[in-house]
């Protein structure tokens, strides 16, 4: 399936203070927030040391449904992952 | 059997003075011990046991996995918890029990807890104190898990396991040993490792705990229990007739 994806760079105040962000818009609606995260904020976890984290996710993009929320190197990355959970909807974690 | 006083011995006999009989009673009841290296599991989801399990040692973690490997865990277990003294009635395990770190378990028939209590109102009445807690703490728990923010969450949880290993003599001053992974800790709090990691930094920049290792320093107890909106009422701590 096709979307309009479209990437919107936003500063998130998280948990920690501000992260670099961007926001992740398939047809024009929100369904992600990925943020850059440091080595010191995976450690101890099987992530990725530093990347791009999930930090907030809708509908099939839901932090809930994934094992771990992810941490990718890249954007393209990031894209093709919330792709992926558009593409298996509410069917497939 | 065993030498070192046995760690709910402790914990039982913090809440209402036990005999020497009930004591004598408990100890007599382990039949053998086992060691469980970490990630084994002691009891699994659907087991039928016929023997509970109480932790001499270490830390477990109940838990149950849902879909592609998520894993929540419900409750975290200290020495001087009795593991599995639920399937002695549940019969079959609705959850599994693994070990976060090697754990020292001791085997208690589910015979001999027949015999008990039989025999022993008052101990049976603990053992029933036991369970409460158990169930006091799930109640808690998810009061945490649902209402409160992460950073707040962990301070609770903190506080929780530093009273519950003070009380069977774990504790040295105002460290505990904690040998539990972020990703655990994860697991435990809902969380993921990232925010993990972010909200133990917070409490450590705001001054209220410090690791070391393995080791952690409650710094400043009120505020960490005021963080955590904290009150230790429902690990029911007093010496009183039960």
């Known amino acids: 399936m096709t979307r309009d994806i479209t990437l919107l760079p ?67 990355e990031a894209v093709n992952w919330v792709q992926a959970r558009l593409d298996n909807g509410l069917a497939q974690p | 059997m065993t030498r070192m006083t046995n760690p709910l011995i402790l914990k039982l006999d913090q809440r209402d003075r036990l005999s020497d009989d009930e004591k004598r009673a408990l100890e007599n ?27 001499l040692d270490g830390f477990a973690a109940r838990y149950k996995i849902v879909s592609n490997g998520r894993r929540q865990i419900s409750a975290l277990h200290v020495a001087g918890d009795f593991i599995d003294l639920h399937s002695f009635l549940l019969k079959t395990m609705d959850h ?45 728990w998810l009061t945490a898990m649902g209402r409160l923010s992460a950073t707040a969450h962990m301070a609770h949880l ?52 410090r690791f070391q290792g393995d080791a952690l320093t409650i710094l400043d107890w009120e505020r960490l229990k005021k963080v955590g909106e904290f009150t230790s009422t429902y690990l029911s701590l007093q010496n009183e007739d039960r």
């Not at chain 2, 009841?29 to 932790?55: F, Y």
């Not at chain 2, 693994?98 to 754990?103: D, E, G, I, K, Y």
Request: aromatic share 4%; glycine share 10%; charged share 25%.
């Open chain 2, 96 to 140: 599994g029990v693994s070990a976060l770190t090697t754990c020292r378990i001791a085997h208690v028939p589910h015979a001999t807890l027949e015999k008990i209590t039989d025999e022993y109102p008052h101990l049976t009445r603990m053992l029933w104190l036991d369970t409460l807690i158990d169930g006091a703490i799930h109640r808690e």
């Open chain 1, 10 to 76: 936003m500063p998130v105040l998280a948990d920690g203070g501000r992260h670099e962000g961007q926001l992740i818009l398939a047809d024009g609606q929100l369904v992600a927030v990925f943020t850059w995260v440091t080595p010191e904020e995976t450690v101890g976890g099987q992530e990725r040391a530093g990347g791009w984290f999930l930090e907030a996710g809708f509908g099939p993009c839901s932090t809930l449904l994934s094992v771990t929320p992810p941490v990718l190197a890249t954007l393209d």
């Open chain 2, 29 to 55: 009841a382990i039949t053998r011990i086992r060691v469980v290296e970490a990630d084994e599991d002691i009891v699994r989801e659907g087991d039928r046991p016929a023997e509970s399990c109480l932790l």
């Open chain 2, 158 to 209: 903190i506080c929780e396991l530093y009273l519950r290993l003070k009380t069977i003599g774990r504790a040295e001053g105002d460290t505990i040993q904690l040998p539990i992974t972020q990703a655990e800790l994860g697991d435990t709090l809902g969380l993921s490792t990232v925010h993990v990691n972010r909200v133990l930094q917070e409490l450590r920049k705001e001054g209220l705990i």
